[in-house]
């Protein structure tokens, strides 16, 4: 074989190793990118879990969307999201006066709401958090705030004023979720193309927002 043709061989294995390797990095890209768009502010929460392990962070979403992305959620009749939405009043309510009893609640009513729903029962917390994370990604986190202090995984500590406003807090991102699953626009939670932004009409939530105790804002004062 001539010096010539051995020259040309490598060069063509070159360029299609080159343009192997370019069509998987742009592959990836998108992957990457889809994952970005399709869990927003959860995707970085999992890069972080990660310690910031990209790689990782993406095999562990993908996993999720694997094992749940085909999940199809049961619709809610006006009768349920109305009986929730008293319930979660009632929670809030309830915080007026017992606070950490009242997280415990919304914890339970989250499980709840979410295994009636279609998700894995609220037995199995992880899965269950996973599952919601796929199709709920922007709120997903206050559950997981909620179930942290419910549990007292959060450790506990403070002073009763600082634990007060966490348990606040956690409530309030916790709400976030509740109305998601209890929509009356069942169904269509994300957007086309997993932007994670509500597609439900601006009127379609009324029924649980209107009964938001002053206890849980700081800026409205206690009515005497």
């Known amino acids: 074989m001539s010096t010539g043709l051995i020259i040309l061989l490598i060069v063509i294995a070159a360029v299609v190793v080159l343009g192997a390797a370019t069509l998987f990095l742009r592959s990836r890209g998108r992957h990457g990118g889809g994952l970005k ?3 927003g502010p959860e995707y970085e929460r999992t890069v972080a879990m990660h310690d910031g392990d990209t790689k990782a ?5 993908t996993e999720r969307v694997e094992r749940h992305g085909d999940l199809h959620e049961r619709p809610l009749d006006g009768a349920e999201r ?3 939405a008293d319930r979660w009043t009632a929670v809030q309510e309830r915080f007026v006066d017992s606070p950490r009893e009242a997280v ?4 339970r009513l989250l499980g709840e709401v979410a295994a009636v729903r279609g998700y894995p029962d609220g037995g199995r917390y992880d899965e269950q958090l996973a599952a919601l994370s ?3 990604a922007d709120h997903v986190d206050g559950y997981r ?3 942290r202090v419910a549990t007292g995984a959060d450790g506990g500590a403070g002073e009763d004023g600082t634990r007060t406003e966490e348990m606040r807090s956690a409530l309030l991102g916790a709400r ?3 109305d998601d699953l209890t929509s009356a626009d069942s169904g269509r939670h994300r957007a086309p193309g997993g932007t994670g932004r509500s597609t439900a009409p601006a009127g379609s939530r009324s029924h649980a927002r209107s009964h938001t105790p002053w206890a849980l804002h700081r800026s409205r004062p206690k009515e005497s």
């Open 104 to 107: 415990a609640e919304a914890d």
């Open 145 to 147: 705030q909620v179930h």
């Open 37 to 39: 768009r399709r869990f």
């Open 176 to 178: 976030a979720l509740f």
């Open 82 to 84: 109305q009986r929730y």
């Open 57 to 61: 962070a993406e095999r562990e979403l």
């Open 134 to 136: 796929v199709h709920h």
